[in-house]
């Protein structure tokens, strides 16, 4: 199975940036990495998604590096409303398996004001 | 307005009483998929299905059944429910296999809490 590690929860202030580091050894040759965020019961949604290198929106920026083993969400100048649940997602790399996606657990990130 | 919507939201049922969560998109998308979410353990893909008449289990199909008989609709089958399968359901809808690749960018419904007393 796909198997992606991230810190179980990071702490951070107003204003400042958040890099939220997912590992993810096995990730297939063909597979891009993908970011969630998730509020208390509501659905996860999209952040961002990328290949390698870097990959900027609105909102984030994603840093991969060459050997894609990992990869970096960076969340500038963060507020409170920032303050959620953060998952990282990649495709399994045993493509007997399917399409399944396996989500990992998720680093809670608390904004202090 | 693109969305994935899910009746109900709210369910409280007895255990063994057949029930169905209903999932909708209005996106043309041709992946969907369920997953729960109990605490502790995170989000937990049930079932799958890249288009219509093709379905495929997650990690957790145990106790489930899905069917895919149009494209926006994906419902989400409990033939006999039980306490275990308390939990927060969320369906999902994303684009499926573009140029070979699946797209990861998927689009949630709001979640359906299930209580199975």
């Known amino acids: 199975l796909a198997k992606t590690t991230q810190p179980i929860s990071m702490d951070s202030y107003e204003g400042q940036e958040v890099n939220i580091t997912c590992s993810h050894n096995?990730?297939?040759?063909?597979?891009?990495i993908t970011w969630y965020q998730q509020f208390p019961s509501q659905g996860p949604r999209f952040i961002i998604q990328?290949?390698?290198t870097k990959v900027t929106n609105e909102v984030a920026s994603l840093f991969i590096p060459a050997d894609r083993k990992s990869s970096t969400l960076s969340l500038p100048r963060v507020s409170l409303s920032d303050t959620a649940v953060y998952y990282c997602l990649v495709g399994d790399e045993n493509k007997a398996a399917g399409n399944k996606l396996t989500f990992g657990g998720g680093t809670r990130v608390l904004v202090k004001p | 307005e693109a969305q994935v919507t899910q009746n109900p939201r709210y369910l409280i049922t007895v255990t063994g009483k057949k029930l169905t969560v209903t999932c909708s998109q209005n996106m043309n998308h041709e992946y969907m998929s369920w997953y729960r979410q109990d605490p502790g353990l995170g989000l937990r893909q049930i079932y799958y299905?890249?288009?219509?008449?093709?379905?495929d289990k997650g990690d957790v199909p145990e106790g489930y059944k899905v069917s895919r008989k149009e494209k926006r609709n994906f419902p989400l089958i409990l033939e006999s429910p039980s306490p275990n399968q308390t939990s927060l359901y969320f369906c999902?809808?994303?684009?499926?296999?573009?140029?070979?690749?699946?797209?990861?960018?998927?689009?949630f419904g709001p979640g359906t809490r299930l209580t199975v007393t």
């Open positions: 999902a809808s994303s684009l499926g296999l573009t140029s070979g690749f699946l797209s990861y960018e998927q689009y």
């Open positions: 096995n990730i297939a040759t063909n597979d891009y």
């Open positions: 299905s890249m288009n219509v008449e093709v379905t």
């Open positions: 990328g290949y390698k």
